[in-house]
Every structure is written in structure tokens, then in C-alpha cells.
């Protein structure tokens, strides 16, 4: 296992496994009738992986997955277990590695739309708002404000880019193209009824969820909730007390990380810089905040 100076698990390594297919954040293995999911502490932004990582993030994104696939209980998904003491034999020797950061799961067909749900108006949407009066193809009425809530959530579905390039927006009927006007449909309203969902919990806890995305497979012809669930990775998060219209809010979730590397003269392309401990530390509070608000519960590490 490779980790970096504050103890951040960057790379996995399990010899009794064939080696795994790394993704930004996941290291996933193959064992057999199922997947071993390992949320590591690697940190992206802006499509590239920064050289070190934010210790526990890799927990608090496993935790607050489980925790919603069981709050979505109506809806299906992936998750066979993440008790480590109900894991393949051959895992017996890095089951302290594993514990908390990884899940084992079923083994579904990913569908290969990303499915956006917005709430509020941030972020590349604004961008798009300020210049053509619509969100990702979606024509909108005049006077919003940054950071204002939108009349009503949408959907703006975007491809599945390999790592290293970008995701790209697309409409519906090109997500029709993709995956059927059936199943498109079905991932649309799904799509915005886990985010109205989880909004609605969020709001109790004092978080605003700004917008959110989400994964789909198909396993034996049924539609199920894949990868990561509204985690401050694929999330925003913003704290209601410290809500404004008219500027970007405070959030809870990788924007601060965002923020700072806007603030170099970096290119955005590899190699990223590294973090400095005053980010890494900052991020770390802001993940665990973000955990113990929406679960309810002290982070345990």
C-alpha cells in the first residue's frame, strides 16, 4: 500500500488479486462472481490526480455511499457487502487496508451516461447561463443569479470520459442515441427523485445539495445505482447557514480544492502540483463535516 507523508492511501496493492483498474479515486479488483470497490485518498480536479492525497477521504466517500444506499432503499444498486469480515478468503491479509474504504459489488454493465441532477444555478451552468440564457442546452428564464435555486431541478446527462479527458454535456436525445429513449427516460426520473430525495434529508442536516451526479448500470435487465452516491466528490455541498446568491458559496466538498488551484499559474494538464498541508487539512475538515451533518454521526477513522 502506498501512502503519502500525512498518511494518505494513494495506491493499493493486494498480491492475491490480479493488479486493479485504477481510476481517478478507485482501485477496483476483480474477484470473481463480484468487484472489490477500494476508495482510496486520491484527490482530482480538473480531470487530473493531485500527487498527494486527503487522508480518510477514501472512508468518508465509502461511508456516506452506504449510508445512502441505505437511505434509497427503494432504489437498487450495486452493494453486496462492506463487512470486511464477509470477504473472500483471499483478502484475509489486507483486511485493516480495507476496512471502511471499500465494498464488494455486483458485477453490472455501466451505462455510459453520467446523470447530472441540478438544483442551483453554479459552476460551468452559470457560465453557460451568463452566455446563451440556458443550462446545457435547457433554455431558461431571465434573472437568475449566481447561486440562485432553480425553479425546478434538471437534468443534464454527459458522457463517461476515460480518465485524463473531459466529461462533455449532451442533451437528452443524444442520451436517447445512447441508451434507448426507455431507458434514458427511466435514468432521467430517477435521476432527479434521489436528488429531491437526498435534498430534502440534506435541508434537515443544514446542507444545501447544489447538484449531484450519478452512475447506472444494468444487471440482469434491471436499471441499479452504481459507483460513489452523493459524496463531496461527485456533490456540492453547501453549508444553508453561509448560503448567499450572488457569488459562489462556502462549500463542503472538493470546490475549495478547486479554489486554490485557480489561485496558480498551472495549466491544468499533468503534472498537478501538490497540496499544501493548509489545503489537505482544510479539505479533510470540510469531507468529515460533510460526513457527520448528512449521516447524522461522529466520523470514525
Known amino acids: 500500500m502506498k501512502r503519502d507523508a ?15 483498474r485504477r481510476g481517478k479515486v478507485r482501485d477496483i479488483y476483480d474477484v470473481g462472481d463480484s468487484l472489490l470497490f477500494v476508495a482510496t485518498d486520491r484527490i482530482s480536479a480538473f480531470d487530473c490526480v493531485m500527487p498527494n492525497g486527503i ?5 468518508v466517500l465509502t461511508g456516506l455511499s452506504l449510508f445512502w444506499f441505505g437511505f434509497m432503499h427503494w432504489m437498487p444498486n450495486h452493494l453486496v457487502t462492506a463487512d470486511v469480515g464477509e470477504y473472500p478468503a483471499e483478502l484475509a491479509d ?32 452559470w457560465k453557460d447561463y451568463q452566455k446563451t440564457g440556458s443550462l446545457c442546452g435547457i433554455s431558461l428564464r431571465e434573472g437568475y443569479r449566481q447561486a440562485d435555486k432553480l425553479d425546478e431541478p434538471i437534468f443534464t446527462p454527459s458522457t463517461k470520459a476515460e480518465q485524463g479527458l473531459h466529461d462533455e454535456n449532451i442533451s437528452f436525445d443524444k442520451a436517447v442515441e445512447l441508451v434507448g429513449a426507455d431507458m434514458a427516460e427511466r ?74 488551484l485557480e489561485t496558480l499559474d498551472w495549466g491544468k494538464t499533468p503534472p498537478a502540483p501538490e497540496l499544501p498541508d493548509e ?14 451533518r448528512i449521516a447524522g454521526r461522529p466520523f470514525a477513522s
Open 187 to 260: 435514468m432521467r426520473d430517477l435521476t432527479l427523485k434521489i436528488y429531491t430525495t437526498a435534498a430534502e434529508h440534506a435541508a434537515k442536516r443544514g446542507i444545501i445539495l447544489a447538484d449531484t451526479k450519478f452512475e447506472f448500470g444494468v444487471l440482469d435487465g434491471e436499471l441499479i445505482l452504481i459507483d460513489e452516491v452523493l459524496t463531496p466528490d461527485s456533490s456540492r455541498f453547501w453549508p444553508a447557514d453561509k448560503y448567499e446568491v450572488g457569488c459562489s458559496p462556502p462549500s463542503l466538498d472538493k470546490q475549495f480544492v478547486r479554489d486554490y
Open 55 to 59: 487522508p480518510d477521504k477514501g472512508k
Open 279 to 292: 489545503i489537505v487539512w482544510k479539505t479533510w475538515e470540510k469531507y468529515l463535516d460533510a460526513y457527520e
Open 94 to 125: 489486507v483486511l485493516d487496508d480495507l476496512a471502511g474504504r471499500s465494498m464488494l459489488v455486483k458485477k453490472a454493465d455501466p451505462l455510459p451516461v453520467e446523470c447530472i441532477a441540478r438544483g442551483y444555478l453554479i459552476g460551468s451552468g
Open 6 to 20: 500525512n498518511g494518505a492511501l494513494l495506491e493499493t496493492d493486494i498480491p492475491s488479486l490480479p493488479p486493479p
